[in-house]
């Protein structure tokens, strides 16, 4: 049964730090794309990091570069991603998906995604 579970979220004051992790179980976490998204209210999902499996390379959404940073370790089946100088519109919920496709090497589209988590709540307040 696949699985992916996200840990980590909370409560961070602005210009704080959060590390978010995902632990999948029931597949092989290095032969698949993994995307970190989120939604806040109102809004729809968007992407906001991806880690390929094909060349381990990363990507971002604008907003985020220079503040996140995805990465991975296939041999604790974990996906992070650490956040930095955190900002009040970074508060939503965050999830983390897997994408069954081997040809897909990065998406920001969420129909893309074939695994979800469950989501965690993240909230940027002072």
């Known amino acids: 049964q696949v699985q992916l579970v996200e840990p980590g979220g909370g409560l961070v004051q602005p210009r704080g730090s959060l590390r978010l992790s995902c632990v999948v179980s029931?597949?092989?976490?290095?032969?698949?794309?993994i995307g970190w998204f989120r939604q806040a209210p109102g809004k729809e999902r968007e992407g906001v990091s991806c880690?390929?499996?094909?060349?381990?390379?990363?990507y971002y959404a604008d907003d985020v570069t220079g503040r996140f940073t995805i990465s991975r370790d296939n041999a604790k089946n974990s996906v992070y991603l650490e956040m930095n100088n955190l900002k009040p519109e970074d508060t939503a919920v965050y999830y983390c998906?897997?994408?069954?496709?081997?040809?897909?090497?990065?998406?920001?589209?969420?129909?893309?995604?074939?695994?979800w988590g469950q989501g965690t709540q993240v909230t940027v307040s002072s």
């Open positions: 998906a897997a994408v069954e496709n081997p040809l897909i090497q990065f998406s920001f589209l969420a129909y893309e995604y074939d695994y």
């Open positions: 029931g597949f092989t976490l290095e032969l698949y794309t």
């Open positions: 880690s390929s499996h094909l060349d381990g390379s990363t």
